[in-house]
């Protein structure tokens, strides 16, 4: 980096890269083609503060877009901004952000359901809540042997 060089920073403290709110929107900006800056684009800091561990993630983007349709500051803003998202449907950015916000909610829903036994008898099929009580159990597998 050269001194005037202008950048844009997004960081995370003890958050998990993997699925944390800025790592989301960095994914994001990435689709839109504002890339990550050539030599800083991704770091991993660790520190001991206060006796406890510290793990800091920082992406540094470029201020913007190849071929200069999106500034990086103002997609941030954009992205965190539900007036600009419903106001503008039809943009790039509202799509990626209601992708991921969709897999989001299928993850939690995944997380969250209760898993199906699947149990078969010939070209029968009963599906058990793995939850079932020992009765319903029993009364959906004499409904399958019948």
């Known amino acids: 980096m050269k001194k005037g060089d202008r950048i844009v920073t997004i960081t995370d403290v003890n958050a998990d890269p993997l699925s944390s709110p800025n790592s989301i929107m960095v994914a994001a900006l ?6 990550l800056h050539p030599e800083h684009g991704i770091r991993e800091f660790r520190e001991v503060v206060d006796g ?6 920082m992406w540094t983007l470029q ?3 190849i071929g200069g349709d999106y500034d990086t500051v103002e997609a941030i803003s954009n992205w965190q901004n539900a007036i600009w998202l419903e106001a503008n449907p039809n943009h790039p950015l509202t799509f990626i952000k209601r992708a991921f916000d969709n897999h989001t909610r299928m ?4 997380k969250t359901s209760v898993p199906l ?3 078969r ?3 029968k099929v009963a599906l058990i809540p793995m939850n079932a009580s ?3 159990k029993k009364r959906l597998l004499d409904l399958l042997n019948k």
């Open 52 to 57: 406890k561990p510290v793990r800091t993630i």
């Open 107 to 110: 993850v939690s829903h995944i």
């Open 30 to 35: 990435l689709t839109l083609g504002i890339p």
């Open 121 to 123: 008898r010939g070209k």
């Open 63 to 65: 201020p913007q877009s």
């Open 134 to 136: 020992p009765t319903e």
């Open 117 to 119: 036994a699947m149990v």
